[in-house]
């Protein structure tokens, strides 16, 4: 089987650039379309876990997220692993920030992307991570 060629590789990876656009809420939101929704893990907080439906909702979990949850500006993220098209791809990475106590933060992650082919913007994000 045959390496991607660099334009597959930037057209088919849009889980890998939200990912790496964690932490920066308005880079976020460029790339997301008016009805995109975004769940976590169903263990979690309904609060938490979602689903955040609609671009006004799912811009103030990410708010919350990368402004609440943790310190403003210490999200750090490891791109482990990205794979898929361009409707559809996946980011495994590593996770790293401060909370707001102080104590470090340091989870892995998979996050499942869904794209409209068409217009390039985001519709769905499935975001797994260890919950223990």
């Known amino acids: 089987m045959q390496a991607p060629t660099e334009a597959q590789r930037k057209r088919g990876l849009t889980a890998r650039k939200v990912v790496e656009a964690f932490g920066n809420c308005d880079e976020l939101a460029k790339m997301y379309c008016k009805h995109v929704t975004w769940r976590l893990n169903h263990s979690l907080a309904p609060n938490v876990k979602g689903p955040h439906v609609g671009k006004e909702k799912v ?22 692993d990205s794979v898929g098209n361009e409707a559809s791809s996946v980011c495994r990475f590593n996770m790293k920030a401060t909370k707001p106590n102080g104590k ?11 794209t409209c082919v068409n217009s390039g913007l985001v519709t769905e994000i499935v975001e797994l991570l260890d919950t223990q």
């Open 59 to 80: 811009m103030a979990f990410n708010f919350a997220v990368f402004n609440k949850f943790y310190k403003t500006g210490t999200t750090e993220v490891e791109i482990l």
């Open 104 to 114: 470090p933060y340091y989870v892995e992650y998979v996050l499942f992307c869904k």
